[in-house]
């Protein structure tokens, strides 16, 4: 059992929010609903939380109001394998966003994520440091989505 999970808050899209993180992710679904009871800071009725897994990981939406947003100290990381799965996972999150350096996006709730090709970890790991270093040095020129082939030509070049 997933002893900690985050509470992500929203103004008040906290069911949207989860529906789309959901049709995004595989091994995903919606779950319990709460609602805000009487007397309560939104009105009754209100979507209160929406819990929901993420490719297998709890997760809870809140709709807490207006005072609180998303900035990039806290980003999910999306780890793929292959140029397809960049493309997709990528092309799906900035709908209604904006994308950013280094393959970083913030979606259309202002949520902040790194789509990043696992192929570009193992470069900047890479035992000849004269590679990493062109690896690094090519991740922090992008802007926006990565591309594979472009990363591993620019840590091959000598």
Do not use: H
């Not at 939380?49 to 997760?59: A, H, I, P, W």
């Not at 996972?89 to 950013?100: F, Q």
């Not at 990043?116 to 690094?136: C, G, I, N, Y």
């Amino acid at each position: 059992m997933q002893k900690t999970y985050p509470m992500l808050w929203f103004d008040n899209q906290a069911e949207e929010a989860a529906e789309f993180y959901v049709s995004i992710f595989p091994n995903s679904k919606a779950g319990k609903v709460a609602k805000y009871g009487p007397g309560a800071p939104l009105p009754e009725g209100t979507v209160l939380t929406v819990e929901f897994e993420l490719d297998g990981q709890k997760m809870v939406a809140l709709n807490g109001g207006p005072e609180f947003k998303f900035n990039e100290s806290v980003s999910f990381v999306v780890p793929c394998e292959s140029q397809a799965e960049v493309d997709k996972m990528w092309d799906r999150l900035v709908v209604g966003g904006e994308p950013s350096a280094c393959g970083w996006l913030k979606d259309r709730y202002g949520l902040s994520w790194q789509v990043v090709p696992t192929e570009l970890l193992k470069l900047l790991d890479d035992p000849d440091p004269a590679k990493s270093k062109r690896a690094f040095e090519a991740m922090m020129k992008v802007w926006g989505k990565f591309n594979v082939a472009d990363l591993r030509a620019a840590a091959e070049a000598a």
